[in-house]
């Protein structure tokens, strides 16, 4: 089975706080997504990345960069924590190519609730 | 551009009865369809998909109808359990394109 971890559930900052995010997959996936979710507005996606070292913004991007040294990793920052980034956010991975095969299934993370004060 | 989105927030049912969640979606080029079941304090985990060349496919208590000329696909769920309360949203994929849009979820309440 595919396993996407996430380094924390729970993480508490404070406002102007430099905030990492760290996810792991272990399929060797190529393409891998941040997403936040919130209530009601469901999920959005930060930024994503199809190979090491590659990036390419979302529909939600600003106050956030990623990083992607390792094919297996995929790291979320917040440069500057503010208390509108306080949500759930979500990694995913998924193998390379297009949709349209059950072995292109986007596979989710257990999520990092962040809140920021 | 697409969107997904789903008819209604919050779906109660009773224990043993079936479950119909629905999503509708606005671009026809869209061509690969998963529903999601996300749990309290957990990642959505994939339950079923479906291709635009199928109108069906059925899994263990689960089907998805998708109905292309009116651009809707919905999820059954036979004989709901209590367990099955959760969230659940569809995502939508348009061929060749790396990054689905996702519904905005249906809460579903089973009650014992």
């Known amino acids: 089975d595919v396993k996407v971890t996430q380094s924390s559930r729970y993480l508490v900052k404070r406002t102007g706080e430099k905030v990492f995010l760290e996810c792991v997959q272990d399929m060797d996936h190529e393409n891998m997504f941040w997403y936040r979710q919130d209530p009601g507005l469901g999920l959005r996606l930060i930024y994503f990345s199809y190979d090491v070292k590659m990036k390419e913004k979302g529909d939600i991007p600003e106050g956030y960069s990623v990083s992607r040294e390792k094919k297996e990793r995929f790291s979320l920052i917040l440069e500057s924590a503010s208390t509108n980034q306080t949500s759930m956010y979500l990694c995913a991975s998924k193998t390379g190519g297009l949709a349209g095969d059950r072995t292109d299934t986007q596979y989710f993370g257990p999520g990092t609730r962040l809140t920021v004060l | 551009g697409e969107s997904v989105g789903l008819h209604l927030p919050t779906l109660s049912v009773q224990e043993g009865d079936n479950s119909i969640i629905n999503c509708a979606y606005s671009n026809s080029a869209s061509d690969y369809f998963i529903w999601y079941k996300q749990e309290s304090g957990k990642g959505p985990q994939f339950i079923i998909d479906i291709r635009s060349n199928m109108d069906k496919r059925q899994g263990q208590r689960v089907t998805v109808l998708l109905n292309k000329t009116v651009k809707h696909l919905s999820l059954q769920i036979a004989a709901t359990q209590p367990g099955d309360s959760a969230v659940y949203f569809c995502?939508?994929?348009?061929?060749?394109?790396?990054?689905?849009?996702f519904g905005r979820g249906t809460s579903l309440i089973v009650h014992p």
């Open positions: 995502a939508g994929w348009e061929g060749g394109s790396y990054i689905p849009t």
